[in-house]
């Protein structure tokens, strides 16, 4: 189970230079295979055309990359995989699963230091929790992760048993869990989990 020192461990994590460059690099190769695929509706060449991000309690990440289809009447969009960002949130992928896999119960007293600790929102920390424990639970990718990783469990306690069976303590088992989370974080799979 998660302690009481959580908040102090997470702010750790954050402050991870090593971490940071990790999971800068595995992005970077994510999207050089993105780019090397090409135009997955044409074929076409690739242009980087990177979305502007700024990142709220976590590294300075100032943008997440991103192509466009280089040829005439196509130009469609490709954003490959992350494991920094997680859909349109500002917040850094690492950051949503660091305190996501901490906030269980919500008590106001752990609420309260989590504000004050990574400067995030009451409502935006609540807006993560039901996102872990409805939305991410109940979308095919949740459900299918469920039938791959845990005996069959109540749905409800999935999101704190997901990091608990990565066992986010360590920093390549979080490794483990971002990439896993990955898929999740490309525009259309995003569509189907936004709040
Ligand atoms: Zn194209």
């Given at each position: 189970m998660l302690t009481t020192s959580s908040e102090s461990w997470c702010q750790n994590q954050l402050a991870d230079q090593q971490l940071h460059q990790l999971l800068e690099k595995v992005d970077w190769d994510l999207a050089e295979q993105a780019h090397q695929q090409g135009c997955l509706f044409c074929g076409g060449k690739l242009?980087?055309?990177d979305y502007d991000r700024k990142p709220r309690g976590g590294p300075e990440w100032d943008y997440r990359y991103s192509f466009c289809c280089a040829r005439e009447g196509c130009r469609r969009r490709r954003t490959p995989e992350s494991v920094r960002f997680m859909g349109r949130r500002v917040y850094a992928g690492l950051v949503v699963v660091l305190v996501s896999a901490l906030v269980h119960g919500l008590k106001p007293e752990r609420v309260a230091r989590l504000r004050e600790a990574l400067g995030i929102e009451r409502r935006t920390l609540e807006r993560w929790h039901q996102w872990w424990r409805v939305t991410f639970v109940e979308s095919s990718f949740g459900r299918a992760a469920?039938?791959?990783?845990?005996?069959?469990?109540?749905?409800?306690?999935?999101?704190?048993?997901?990091?608990?069976?990565?066992q986010v303590q360590r920093r390549d088992r979080r490794l483990a869990l971002l990439r896993f989370l990955a898929p999740l974080t490309t525009p259309s799979a995003w569509q189907e989990l936004v709040m």
């Open positions: 242009h980087r055309a469920r039938a791959r990783f845990l005996p069959p469990l109540c749905p409800r306690t999935r999101p704190g048993l997901l990091g608990l069976s990565f």
